[in-house]
Every structure is written in C-alpha cells, then in structure tokens.
C-alpha cells in the first residue's frame, strides 16, 4: 500500500520556504549559535532526492553567504551544461 501523507500543505508539494515555517526547522543561525557551541561539526542537508534545483537552493542557504547567492545562483541556473529541472 503507497504511504499518504497526512501533513498540512501535502499537496502542494515540497516548498523550503514552507519547512522554514517550521518550529522544528533549523536555521542557519541555529547551527552557529547553538550546535556548533555545543561541539556539532557535521550536518546532513535535506532533501538529496528532491531535484537538483531544490538541492542548490539548499546548498545556496547553508553554505554561502547571503550577498553571495545570487551570483551562485545566476551562474549555475545560466550554465547551459547543467539540467536542473
């Protein structure tokens, strides 16, 4: 039998901004403030199943600074090598 999820907004699909909502979501802020104190050095990034585009976005929140992403972004979406969607 196929698993229904019963969350709120299933149907609309997979949205980041959405889990960010989320009192459980782990803000960039959170890492540095909390867990990297506390000893944590290592973190899994969600979601490597979802699509290439929602994988940069990912990638693009945690892993670059803000006045940087829309030049990583820029160039990665202008690559016509690359088939994110």
Do not use: T, W
């Not at 459980?24 to 506390?38: G, H, K, R």
């Amino acid at each position: 039998m196929d698993h229904v999820c019963k969350a709120p907004f299933s149907k609309e699909g997979y949205r980041f901004s959405r889990v960010m909502e989320n009192p459980a979501f782990i803000s960039l802020e959170d890492i540095l403030n909390i867990y990297v104190p506390m000893g944590y050095s290592n973190f899994k990034i969600e979601g490597r199943d979802l699509g290439s585009a929602l994988l940069l976005e990912f990638i693009l929140y945690y892993m670059v600074k803000p006045q940087y992403q829309i030049h990583v972004r820029e160039a990665m979406y202008l690559d016509a090598m690359l088939d994110l969607f």
